[in-house]
Nanobody, 123 residues
Framework: DVQLQASGGGLVQTGGSLRLSCSASGFTFTDYSIGWFRQAPGKEREGVSCVSGIGDTYYADSVEGRFTISRDNAKNVVYLQMNSLEPEDTAVYYC?????????????????WGQGTQVTVSS
């Protein structure tokens, strides 16, 4: 079975950092691009960042320069390092997988989703 497990969320103050992890199993990891998405209460889901199996990365304008996505293909894990966090970054963060090389931050393109991890940034 395909499984994606997001972890690493928590409560942090404005300006702080968190690193999220997405652990994957049940598919050939390097064949898939992995994306991070987030959804705040009362708002639509937003694409945050994605990384292809060969390491190409893409970021939403709202996080460019603050967040860094990376992947460890030996461990089947994708990381999202989040720095200079702002209250507007508060959301449930999800990771998702799509077959192939993708730069898409459109959630409907993604085939598999993990459960979310809560990130709360206090002001």
């Amino acid at each position: 079975d395909v499984q994606l497990q997001a972890s690493g969320g928590g409560l942090v103050q404005t300006g702080g950092s968190l690193r999220l992890s997405c652990s994957a199993s049940g598919f050939t990891f390097t064949d898939y691009s992995i994306g991070w998405f987030r959804q705040a209460p009362g708002k639509e889901r937003e694409g945050v960042s994605c990384v292809s199996g060969i390491g190409d990365t893409y970021y939403a304008d709202s996080v460019e320069g603050r967040f860094t996505i990376s992947r460890d293909n030996a461990k089947n894990v994708v990381y999202l390092q989040m720095n200079s966090l702002e209250p507007e970054d508060t959301a449930v963060y999800y990771c998702a997988a799509v077959l192939g090389i993708s730069r898409s931050l459109y959630g409907a393109n993604y085939n598999y989703w993990g459960q979310g991890t809560q990130v709360t940034v206090s002001s």
